[in-house]
T-cell receptor
Framework: EAGVTQFPSHSVIEKGQTVTLRCDPI?????LYWYRRVMGKEIKFLLH????????ESGMPNNRFLAERTGGTYSTLKVQPAELEDSGVYFC???????????FGNGTRLTVT | AQKITQTQPGMFVQEKEAVTLDCTYD???????LFWYKQPSSGEMIFLIY??????QNATEGRYSLNFQKARKSANLVISASQLGDSAMYFC?????????????FGKGTSLLVTP
């Protein structure tokens, strides 16, 4: 089966610009998660979708971040406007059942200059 | 709140030797799950092993075993017979099984280098 795919793999934008990250989970996986790793710090949870519904968005840092999962398939994470501290690697993960089998994508490395 | 601590930023081990990566945790939850993930230089996060807080036996998956000591709140990963391909970042993570969110909390990671 195809794994979790994320696009783009790298993005370099200027402060104040908008960036949209995309995640395609494994087909049939109802659970979709976004995580972020800022340089030198822990990987932090951002939010969790079950199908198209936001189950938990307690990790979203502020209202500059907007996540959507239309139709319960792929998800997008938009950062608008981007700030320097948003730089990091954004991981998407999906699972059908829980626990133990969270499948991660390769991540999107975002650099805000 | 949950906290995961990995005190070893970097570790070296010789090929074919065993290595233990430390992980301690803090949580007020009675029911929780502990995970280890591997991140090679290519960037993907690979699930290695899972231990539930009520599992009486330590989890094992091939060359990986999790040394779970509940009273000490530790969940160390043991890799036996290290291989060069084991060189990677290793992350310990946990989640509460008491709610429906299942968000993972990660440690900072340990960088493992396996030498010939």
């Amino acid at each position: 089966e195809a794994g979790v795919t994320q696009f783009p793999s790298h993005s370099v934008i200027e402060k104040g610009q908008t960036v949209t990250l995309r995640c395609d989970p494994i087909s049939g996986h109802d659970n979709l998660y976004w995580y972020r790793r800022v340089m030198g710090k822990e990987i932090k949870f951002l939010l969790h979708f079950v199908k198209e519904s936001k189950q938990d968005e307690s990790g979203m840092p502020n209202n500059r971040f907007l996540a959507e999962r239309t139709g319960g398939t792929y998800s997008t994470l938009k950062v608008q406007p981007a700030e320097l501290e948003d730089s990091g690697v954004y991981f998407c993960a999906s699972s059908q059942e829980y626990p133990g089998h969270l499948h991660f994508g390769n991540g999107t490395r975002l650099t805000v200059t | 709140a949950q906290k995961i601590t990995q005190t070893q930023p970097g570790m070296f081990v010789q090929e074919k030797e065993a290595v233990t990566l430390d992980c301690t945790y803090d949580t007020s939850d009675q029911s929780y799950g502990l995970f280890w993930y591997k991140q090679p230089s290519s960037g993907e996060m690979i699930f290695l092993i899972y231990q539930g807080s009520y599992d009486e036996q330590n989890a094992t998956e091939g060359r990986y075993s999790l040394n779970f000591q509940k009273a000490r709140k530790s969940a160390n990963l043991v890799i036996s017979a290290s291989q060069l391909g084991d060189s990677a970042m290793y992350f310990c993570a946990m989640t509460s099984l008491s709610n429906s969110g299942y968000a993972l909390n990660f440690g900072k990671g340990t960088s493992l280098l396996v030498t010939p």
